[in-house]
């Protein structure tokens, strides 16, 4: 194993909140706008049980890739078929601030139960809250770090526009927060928007995983590469299969002596050429489990399951 540690002034969480699934399925409100979600035979509560045994499995993982999980337990009622999700809803902050975001889907907006955010608010002193969730009655959403890509050292956050993620509600968290905004397009090869940034790029310590096939022109390409040149950062372009197979949907985290972890999927591990491998080995060690369920169902990845806590 390597032992490639952060740089001082890198910012990134060695905690992450987990939500342990009690209703895990197919969401049929969601899978408009989401093209990797797909449905599969068996019963609801066989379904169930391979997600908590997948779920189970990436706790253990992590945890015994010396990085701190905190469980929170789902509940039956009102039924939550995407509570595996968290940080879609939630998102915590260097500077003691907790986020709470507009969901698209109606079903999910009862992810955010008071009683979790009170817990994780009191646990690790979070003093502020910022609340987006009135943009819902105007029909407009961020889906957090599914639909913001944050960039913490420089302060500067990255959002590929859908029906999920408003230009609006963006500028106005970037505005409260101090971040600058950088928006553009992104589509999957079916002309379809990504439904969540997270998916096609993950930010590292001096590097940023990007399909940039799904940037629709070359004028984009070229102002997102001057933008991630500008923060410092080298980029490591992933093909839309690779996207396909959530190898975007990867989070950097640190260990408790700072080591470098990048959280994968096994399917996201097994679509990296060897170059972009040794280019990714130079820099981090991999934290990969297997989640074929959770991925398919569900149409999100390792980095959706994970709510960074710093």
Not at 33 to 46: R, T, Y
Not at 95 to 106: K, Q, R, S, V
Not at 158 to 172: G, K, L, P, Q
Request: glycine share 4%; charged share 20%.
């Amino acid at each position: 194993m390597s032992s490639l540690v952060t740089t001082e002034k890198s910012v990134f969480a060695n905690t992450v909140a987990m939500v342990r699934p009690a209703a895990f399925g197919f969401n049929e409100e969601t899978a408009a706008s989401n093209s990797f979600q797909q449905e599969i035979n068996g019963s609801q509560d066989q379904i169930l049980e391979r997600a908590i045994e997948e779920f189970d499995n990436a706790v253990h993982v992590l945890r015994s890739n010396d990085i701190a999980v905190y469980i929170v337990e789902d509940t039956l009622v009102p039924t939550k078929p995407d509570a595996i999700f968290p940080n879609n809803w939630i998102s915590f902050h260097p500077n003691g601030t907790l986020i709470l975001y507009p969901m698209e889907a109606l079903n999910r907006r009862c992810e955010r139960r008071l009683e979790v955010v009170l817990e994780l608010q009191q646990k690790f002193n979070f003093e502020k809250v910022l609340d987006l969730t009135h943009f819902e009655s105007e029909n407009l959403f961020l889906e957090g770090t599914g639909s913001v890509v944050f960039d913490h050292e420089n302060k500067v956050a990255f959002a590929a526009i859908s029906s999920r993620t408003s230009e609006a509600v963006f500028r106005e968290l970037c505005k409260k927060i101090q971040y600058s905004p950088f928006t553009f397009s992104a589509f999957d090869e079916n002309g379809q928007p990504i439904y969540h940034t997270n998916v096609i790029m993950c930010m590292g310590d001096d590097f940023v995983v990007v399909c940039l096939e799904c940037l629709p022109d070359e004028q984009s390409r070229n102002l997102f590469l001057n933008e991630v040149s500008r923060l410092g950062k080298r980029v490591l372009e992933i093909s839309v299969a690779q996207m396909n197979a959530f190898a975007g949907n990867m989070l950097l985290l640190r260990d408790s002596q700072n080591n470098n972890k990048l959280v994968l999927s096994e399917t996201a591990y097994q679509s990296l050429t060897s170059a972009q491998f040794d280019f990714l080995k130079q820099r981090i060690d991999f934290v990969r489990f297997e989640i074929p369920l959770i991925e398919t169902i569900g149409g999100g990845s390792a980095r959706c399951m994970l709510a960074e806590i710093f």
